[in-house]
Nanobody, 119 residues
């Protein structure tokens, strides 16, 4: 019922940029918010950035000013532009969606894409 198509991860040098993309297919759900989480081995998954259907954004302090989240509601697609990447940004990045149907709200994550920042 809910499918994610993620792309854009890879290897980049410190100070470089990457752009992640995620398209969500969701039959009969309303998308309330989309965004990105990330996780490194041994740590909990953490929020990177989210954006609501109205365009309100929320960023982790560690990425504020370097990352930009955007979305196209007509295409059910969310992007994460990552600039001035640092080694500590290395993680698996997961596309995220908060969906609703009837009176219920659901959270889903994609399969993840690896981002490695290294010289």
């Amino acid at each position: 019922q809910v499918q994610f198509v993620e792309s854009g991860g890879g290897l980049v040098q410190p100070g470089g940029s990457l752009r992640l993309s995620c398209r969500i297919s969701r039959s009969s759900f309303t998308i309330y918010a989309m965004g990105w989480y990330r996780q490194t081995p041994g740590k909990q998954r953490e929020l990177v950035a989210t954006i609501t259907s109205m365009g309100n954004t929320n960023y982790a302090d560690s990425v504020q000013g370097r990352f930009t989240v955007s979305r196209d509601n007509t295409k059910n697609t969310v992007w994460l532009q990552m600039n001035n990447l640092k080694p500590e940004d290395t993680a698996v990045y997961y596309c995220y969606a908060r969906l609703g149907r009837a009176a219920s709200v659901y959270e889903y994550w994609g399969q993840g894409t690896q981002v490695t920042v290294s010289s």
